[in-house]
């Protein structure tokens, strides 16, 4: 049994959860084709990290995490909204297995649906202060909100770098971070919030998924460079194709000759490249350490997370938030 | 001097404190053409009818309308949130004398833009929590978001019923009431929640707000209906034209004789009608009572908005707001 079959496992039972509630909050209205379309992809699968961060995030700080459900599933409806829109704006066609929405129902009914969902998360969040002050749930909002802008700003950075001949390590970082991060980071905020925590123990614990989200992106980056087409999903050499500007490409192109660049810059963000040209390129991108590079930069930052939690005092939720690092790093081997 | 010019300043001089405001709260960030995007159409003008209702409803209950101005602002942020994602979704090009958002940027900036006014929307509520107690707030943000999915609803009937043979009345008032009254109503609720009005106000000027709003939209399919290329800003028998379903398309339809409505349904959604058959379903339009019934439903719902703000005792907002919808009504003749 490997490393990730405890936390599989722990993620589903989590999911159950939170699913059952997300389906009560997007039962269909009319008109039904609108709920449907919202509901699509949430129905297509996930692994529901981002409500995992939410729930243990609550206990460790010693909260309960049954009155952190409503926002968990905020958590997941908001991510799900940021989905629906970039596969609009990436043009893709497929996620989980399924078309994406715009590609089942038109680019007009996956906007609205995006923008329902958006909506729905602080429907959710308002209707959840029963148990919980005013303050804690404004607090709530606020953090959510911040994180939201901060995906839109990310997403558009991503979008803005295929053309740019010129992207930095901190450019990068500073798409990660508004893509990826910063919705890590308002999960373990919020959760953490919810379940009573203090103003240090809320920064403690965003700062940890801020991290691990940043390991997560990163891994991920790592993934779409070196994965089969099969654990992929997609051709191998996508990423390269579609222009992306990854950390490994950006280490590549700094570190290249003027001949080793030119062979990469072939392929990059050029659709119709030839399997040759892209395994060229990708076999430069380990010669020349970058994916090395980009592995190193993730573990660097999953242990920084994991370094954040040791202030706070055994509990199998803290344990489960270390375990979910691993199982991060763990995809890669 | 018409009813008109009076109410006009007035508009103006709101306008003016809800734009400074906005401004502020939309200052550019990173990436910059986010923020741009997302400040285009706020910038090319519009007559902020709806940071009026919020104003005017706090000051009929008695509040001061500075401590309004922040969710004045927000609902104008959310109504241009809307109209950025609707013109991607109606194809237009045009609005307020400028390409609209994907028009010029193209769809992705264009969805980023209206996500990113759409967050700001609850930034700017949020963050005016000081003057105000935080159930008023929240009360607020719950009535916005109430608004903000009627709008996704009403958007998505709207989209649904060119290809509709059978669209009833009953139908046409709940796309107008998502698209367009729903919006209205929360504008005048958040009004007198933040003035400190009593659930009974509250529910009596968001009521006001609603059937104003019906009010409003049936003049707007009116003047489509009927206005010159001039006042209107595109051909005329636009409406018929795109196929849209209004009352008066509606009405007529359903008083058309066999050969009648054949004359009518060639032009309806027909985009290349030629300007002869548009001439004479517009024809049709006038002579089987459809423009008048829409005008005596718009009178009906003008009355029953002033009706309902009797109970409140005279004052300078209260006359405002009477005047607001004789000016929705006046915008006819």
Redesign the interface.
Known sequence: MSLGDPIRMKLKQSAAKIDGFIEEQLKP???E??YEAARHLIEAGGKRLRPYLVLRSCEVVGGDADVAVPFAAALEILHNFTLI?DD???NDELRRGVPTVHARWG???A??G???L???V??VM??A?GALS??S??DC??RV??A??SI??G???D??FPSLSDVSEEDYY?MIGGKTAALFNACSEVGAIVGGGGPEEVERLGGFAWNAGIAFQLVDDYLGATADEETLGKPVGSDLREGKKTLIIIHALGHASAEEREKIERVLGAEDASPGDVEVANGLLKSLGSLDYALESARRYAERAKGLLEPFPDSEAKRDLLELVDYFMERIY
Chains 1, 2 share one sequence.
């Open positions: 209205r009319r008109p084709v609108l829109h609009i704006m990436d680019i007009p009914i906007i609205a995006g923008d329902l958006f909506a729905k602080y429907e308002t209707g202060a005013c303050d749930v404004r909002i606020e909100t911040e939201a802008i839109c700003e997403q558009v950075l979008t803005s500073a």
